[in-house]
């Protein structure tokens, strides 16, 4: 298996734009995914690949990649956005998930 | 629009075994562009995913739960289950059953249920 790391913590000012990080050995071959969830809720996946949103995400959300590490960009955060953030993507063997820690959004 | 819904007791002894069921509607459950995950959070904490079967019945579990791990899926009943036996405290969580999309050959869960608290305690 392979593990992801995300900042435990970011905060943004209502509407500017925050990016969120997430490292890991497996990201170099594997694109990684990126859910929001907020509280009491099911997860929710905002983008995958590269930087595909599913039908309903705001176009707000964008994703990106360099080496080991992905990022999930959000321009122009808005009060709903404030949620946690979680990555994903397979192991380095390719056979198993993987999720980062996740990152609490807080919008100020 | 494929929905999925867990059922289950949501409170386990210690040292029994955890069962739970997720039905899915809305879709085929026996298409080759999936695996059908089960997923846990513990309260407060992160995710954690639990393992996965093709719609031909391989799985694929996480390495730390393995020994503990059984998940089984019928396409007749559209269903999947998971088991996880000598639960113990620490295994207190919302267990969400997933679709993972496969395709593109990097993964992504689109589809969760609505998650299920399963308490172990005397």
């Known amino acids: 298996s392979s593990e992801l790391t995300q900042e435990p913590a970011v905060s943004v000012a209502l509407g500017q734009t925050v990016t969120i990080t997430c490292q890991g050995d497996s990201l170099r071959p594997y694109h990684a995914s990126w859910y929001q969830q907020k509280p009491g809720q099911a997860p929710v996946l905002v983008n995958y690949?590269?930087?595909n949103r599913p039908s309903g995400i705001p176009d707000r959300f964008s994703g990106s990649s360099s080496g080991n590490t992905a990022s999930l960009t959000i321009t122009g955060a808005q009060a709903e956005d404030e949620a946690d953030y979680y990555c994903?993507?397979?192991?380095?063997?390719?056979?198993?998930?993987?999720f980062g820690g996740g990152t609490k959004l807080t919008v100020l | 629009q494929v929905q999925l819904q867990e059922s289950g007791p949501g409170l386990v002894k210690p040292s029994q075994t955890l069962s739970l069921t997720c039905t899915v509607s809305?879709?085929?459950?026996?298409?080759?562009?999936?695996?059908w995950s089960w997923i846990r959070q513990h309260p407060g904490k992160g995710l954690e995913w639990i393992g996965y079967i093709y719609y031909s019945g391989t799985t694929y579990y996480n390495p730390s739960l393995k020994s503990r791990v059984t998940i089984a899926l019928d396409a007749s009943m559209k269903q999947f289950s998971l088991r996880l036996s000598s639960v113990t405290a620490a295994d207190t969580a919302v267990y969400y059953c997933?679709?993972?999309?496969?395709?593109?050959?990097?993964?992504?869960?689109?589809?969760w249920g609505q998650g299920t608290l399963v308490t172990v305690s005397s």
């Open positions: 690949g590269e930087n």
């Open positions: 809305g879709g085929s459950i026996s298409s080759g562009d999936y695996y």
């Open positions: 997933a679709r993972t999309d496969i395709l593109t050959g990097h993964y992504q869960v689109p589809v």
């Open positions: 994903n993507s397979r192991d380095s063997s390719g056979n198993h998930l993987v």
